[in-house]
């Protein structure tokens, strides 16, 4: 109640009306339209239909449109999972189907084209509503009324049926995203009385061992219950077989179980459902539960969770002239706030990487660390509005290093797993950004010796040649040794730049060292970075346009011979200087693509590209601020209003790409307020060009910073002059010192182009 | 070092030098030879060969040899693993098997027809060394000289190796006793340095799903390591295909494992590989490893094991003038000392069987509770001389039924699952004769309401026909509806027994009525026990001597129909009283049977049979002491000598039927002293013939309790008269309080039968 009074309060505040979850749940935004509350463990979330991973063994690339589990142009609904990942360009998890069914009890999904032959059931964009922690759906076929709210670690469901004697609530463990015959290892359901179950489900996917431990509790007692056990092949069953475990029997396990509870409703009878995730055991589970929702009241529950959105997002107050900017900002802040997801019960326990259960001493543990994505912005953001979390992310990622099997720090994890998705470790860039930028609540040279001794694991994606001859050799990484090295240049910086604050000159030498290893594989002939062999030689069939097997990962040497973030001083100057360079860099976004460009190209679409830059994958997020490191900073501001405008738009197709965490959404936050954090690792921001007249930064240390563009309007897209508390700025960069000690950014706009102070 | 010097001290005391534990490991004793303490979680033993539970989805009968994974005349032994049931007529376990090589590595077992094609190794019994916690062998194909040792939750091996740069030793995670392809759910594997290795099985079988972890640490640094798996088909694998997983790689997971660890030695040098397991997690078996075995002190460990087995052996101080039946008798005391085992970690953690952690808070958690088998003898024989641990085992079987889904009592578990194996609820049979005998140490009410509990539950096996109708009607248990019906008749008796002695008069009444159901299976047209149908009629086709379907679980109507235990004399007066039984239940003994019984007769071998009584199978055990019931006792003693004799042999065959955890070594044990427990939740044991010449029990309480036989002989099979601390006991019967006051049993022998005084 006293969160209830405390809205009353502050009423005025919604931000949350601006927010439309529903943004990026068509084609290849991958986010999810349900219920969630900031970095919760559970996101309850309709999934709108089940693609197998592979078909007859062979990978199906339908799969890949279903990453969150829902795609806005389906017409169906096959029930509410409670794990969902943000944007991503993989998947896994969709754990604990649930539906609701009258009638004749269906236990198979059904087919969309077909959805009466199955559980699932139509359902019309008209009656759906999404919002912060609420998602609300009418499922036509049966009449009923679905509502979705959380807390932390519980999902809680509202049924409201029709008059029937046969209500049914169907709790599917076979469903999954990315989901395979044999994905499911074990899973497991204890009756314990008409109102509980328990159970955990273990899973063999890209986690490679993923146990999620569950309590569910129904607001009125089933009358029956049971399960169907569809595995193929059944397991040793031995003196289990005298039991009808089928009907009303309280214990059952397998590897392929879908069961269901009866009920007897009235008309507009609501069946409430919690589900509480434990990444521990049912007892946690059932703790969580217990501890989180201790009632019966929805509205409340789902009101307490929109005041904590409303608080999370009123950290930024923008204005923006467009209601559809508005939305496209807190949308942005929205998807921003949803990873890393908690990873914890209420009394501190998780699993670590060892599998074994450990207490988080003075932190909350985190999970799903899309680190190739996020350490770019997302975590550059935190660092600002989320310090405090944002150290809590990398104690989380010490604890991993600390108990992986490699003593490598997270590359992209999730539930207690190392998947290893993408190139590069850059962990050690969150870490450097962080501890320079001071945001620093925990060991740093502890955190240092972890980067290094990651940054030294010769059996890691050739490192061990990388470290001997100063390059991946494609030889050894077929296809994507340029970006590697590239990336591991990188971050090697990073960690140099960490040495340099705990004064390890030994480790700092080594590092900046390392961080020159771009240069080896830039071909100055052609003036493009270009894959080397072993010999040294570089790789004579090249092509510069094509993203299929040139040396970079998810890029084409195009948009990724411009990744040196920690230099692009030197970059321009090995390209040519400002005279090669800015005509080089202006064609990216004017020249014409073929179309063979677009078939080869994994998770980009023409909606991502502008000419050839590709803004609907990472590799090239700095880019359009490289501009500021010449002298025609104006084209930084010409191309990053372009690319706001048309990479985001507040509709369900409106994301270019994934959004991958987050880090999408915080390339358009950090852009719309006028700045971004081109070298992560460095406290400087490059400016760009603001998209809002108005935005203000409530930091945790309880000052605030403010931005005013003065004449902002859709021309008015040059920056004429910026002053920084009222004093002239006379660089293209502001630093973290001046956002932390609060104060004034006044952007004065103009129609034509203007040229800032010189670079120094 | 204390304890060897109080070893020292009481050198004489060497009770180990009488235990053969080859003895049962021929044919269908079903014990192994291998190391244990007394009631270890750790049986490390060697495993002989690797029979499939199913040949193309049909079980496979060859695999029922290996329930203990060892058979004597096998020539070959694959290697050593640690866990093992002990004379059980089915199984599980045989996890994490070890096995040295050296010369070319090779990952699979070959076969015993051709060692050499597998890392298998022929043996001989000449170099074989079997003695209570230590087991030698030489492994002859190369050369290595094998030595096992244990503590509670630690295997110790020692390896001597001859002089070889290419030493292995294999950690096979797929091997397994009753194994098929997909027992294994999981299985994983960390390298933690080069001495140290945790990781755990997952497998799918008699245990439903049982977790088993480990930590393993070598007394070297292994050179190298690697593994391969062997899954027919491989699970999805995604990035962690940059890895090359088979060589050094510290983190291996799949379904079917093999790992190798690579050393260099020199000739005789011995390697040494401590190998601690916890129900719970690795962590806790790292601790085990180092709080049981801070050294590398193999005698040391050895010497301490042999010292606990001595302390526990000497507990009965026998003399029989046999040196063989001195082996026989401390054999079969080892073999009953051996089940339940320890199921806890050294910090009071176990796994329940909801698979959440519990603390095991002022008792030891205890599992492998083979009930069918062990009420009759071995549970009486603890409350005897383990009453401690007795006490320990009732408490674990309460845990079990708070934690179980079912909350029922223990029917047949192990590792934290209930495998449903065999028929009744003998748990009760345990508490209540506990409870009778005054061996209490728990809430015993709360003990009786479990036992109601269980008793009451409809759907389990016909329970609720049985208490409406009285009788199991056999059109629902098809095949064992009569022997079902006696066993929760005997059982129902154990709970009335328990509610009198609480004075809970209603509960009293509903079981006492429920212990007289027998009599509704007794057809007295025929004068035996017969399947009777929902409809109250006995069903016409029926054989009396046939095993095979006729209402019986293992056993026939001759046999089975004089299971009353809990009233012999109403059985005896239904048969027709004295006149009538004593010639049928002499024919028992001496009748022919046709080849055709043995064919069809599960678990059972003419070995185990005299005339048409089955001693080989647990529900005949009680039958010979029924004489003590009519006015022909005399006849109980002549059979108990025979039986003794035939029955038990020092030699690896020894063992006429399974041991099954200690049951048929139980009844030697009492019977050879002279007394049996015909109905255990009394506080009788019948007296027959004892084959000691004079035994020394030293009870708990610190008193002792003695037996003499005076002229004791061969032929002296008969008991003239007996003294109870030397006043003549006028009845056929003992009670457990004679003996807990201490004193002496004097039976005066002769050969000739004599008339006792009769039975009240």
């Not at 502008?610 to 490289?626: D, K, T």
Request: hydrophobic share 35%; net charge neutral; glycine share 8%.
């Amino acid at each position: 109640m006293s969160l209830m009074a405390s809205w009353a309060q502050k009423k005025t505040a919604n931000w949350i009306q601006y927010v439309n979850p529903l943004i990026g749940t068509e084609k290849m935004g991958h986010t999810y339209p349900g219920a969630t509350v900031p970095f919760g463990a559970v996101q309850l979330s309709p999934d709108t239909d089940t693609i197998p991973y592979a078909v007859n063994g062979k990978y199906n690339p339908d799969v890949y449109k279903y990453c969150a589990g829902y795609q806005y142009t389906d017409p169906t609904i096959v029930g509410f999972s409670h794990t969902h990942f943000s944007g991503t360009g993989h998947s896994d998890l969709g754990d604990f189907l649930i539906m609701p069914t009258v009638g004749n009890l269906q236990l198979n999904p059904g087919t969309a084209a077909a959805p009466e032959t199955g559980y699932r059931s139509r359902f019309s964009h008209q009656t759906e509503v999404a919002e912060p922690n609420y998602y609300k759906v009418k499922l036509e076929d049966d009449n009923i009324l679905a509502e979705l709210t959380t807390t932390t670690r519980v999902g809680f469901h509202q049924y409201t049926f029709p008059k029937t004697d046969q209500a049914h609530i169907i709790l599917d463990l076979m469903h999954g995203i990315y989901n395979y015959d044999d994905k499911n290892a074990w899973t497991y359901l204890r009756i314990e009385n008409d109102t509980l179950v328990t159970g955990y489900r273990q899973t063999i996917g890209w986690a490679r061992t993923r146990t999620v431990y569950f309590a569910m509790t129904f607001s009125k007692p089933f009358v029956s219950y049971g399960n169907n056990d569809f595995s193929a092949k059944q397991p040793y069953r031995g003196f289990w077989g005298r039991f009808d475990q089928r009907h009303n029997f309280p214990e059952i396990a397998g590897k392929q179980l879908r069961a269901y509870f009866n009920f007897k409703t009235e008309e507009g009878e609501a069946i409430k459902v919690k589900f509480a995730l434990s990444p521990v055991s049912t007892a946690n589970a059932l703790e969580n539960l217990r501890r989180e929702i201790p009632n019966w009241n929805f509205n409340q529950v789902k009101q307490q969770g929109q005041d904590l959105w409303n608080m999370e997002l009123g950290k930024v107050d923008v204005k923006l002239a467009d209601k559809g900017d508005m939305i496209n900002f807190y949308t942005a802040l929205y998807h921003s706030f949803l990873s890393p997801t908690v990873y914890m019960d209420v009394n501190g326990d998780y699993k670590g990487l060892d599998q074994n259960r450990h207490q988080a001493k003075g932190f909350t543990n985190y999970t799903t660390f899309s680190l190739w994505d996020t350490y770019r912005a997302l975590h550059p953001l935190f660092n600002i509005v989320q310090p405090k979390r944002n150290r809590d992310m990398i104690q989380s990622m010490l604890a991993h290093q600390e108990q992986s099997a490699e003593h490598m720090l997270p590359i992209w994890s999730h539930y207690a797993n190392e998947n290893w998705c993408m190139s590069g470790y850059h962990s050690v860039s969150v870490i450097a950004d962080a501890a320079i930028k001071g945001n620093v609540g925990y060991d740093l040279s502890k955190a240092l010796d972890a980067c290094v001794q990651t940054a030294r694991t010769n059996y890691f994606d050739a490192l061990g040649e990388y470290r001997r001859l100063g390059y991946v050799p494609e030889d050894k990484r077929r296809g994507i040794s340029v970006s590697t090295t590239l990336e591991f240049a990188y971050d090697d910086w990073c960690i140099a730049q960490l040495a340099k604050k705990l004064k390890r000159n030994d480790i700092y030498d080594e590092f900046i060292k390392r961080s020159a290893n771009w240069r080896n594989v830039y071909d100055s002939s052609i003036g493009y970075m270009r894959p080397k062999l072993s010999d040294g030689s570089f790789r004579k069939e090249f092509d510069v346009l094509s993203t299929n097997n040139q040396g970079f990962i998810e890029g084409n040497a195009w948009n990724f011979s411009l990744y040196v973030p920690h230099d692009p001083k030197g970059l321009i100057n090995a390209m040519g200087g400002n005279e090669r360079f800015i005509p080089h860099l202006d064609s990216l976004f004017t020249m014409h693509l073929p179309d063979q460009f677009f078939e080869e190209t994994e998770d980009i679409t023409r909606d991502g590209i502008i000419g050839n830059y590709v803004h609907g994958n990472e590799p090239s997020h700095h880019v359009a601020y490289l501009y500021n490191f010449t002298n025609q900073p104006w084209k930084t501001q010409e191309r990053v209003r372009m690319i706001l405008k048309k990479q985001y738009r507040p509709a369900p197709d409106g994301l270019g790409g994934n959004d991958d965490c987050g880090q999408m959404s915080a390339w358009y936050i950090f852009s719309s307020m006028g700045f971004y954090p081109v070298t992560p690792g460095s406290d400087q921001y490059q400016l760009g060009s603001p998209a809002v007249s108005q935005a203000t930064i409530k930091l945790e240390n309880g000052k605030t910073f403010s931005i005013q563009a003065i004449n902002q309007s859709e021309k008015n897209v040059y920056v004429e002059k910026v002053l920084l508390n009222g004093k002239p700025l006379n660089r293209t960069y502001l630093t973290h010192t001046d956002l932390m000690n609060g104060g004034s950014l006044v952007f004065y706009m103009s129609p034509s182009p203007v040229t800032l102070a010189k670079v120094k």
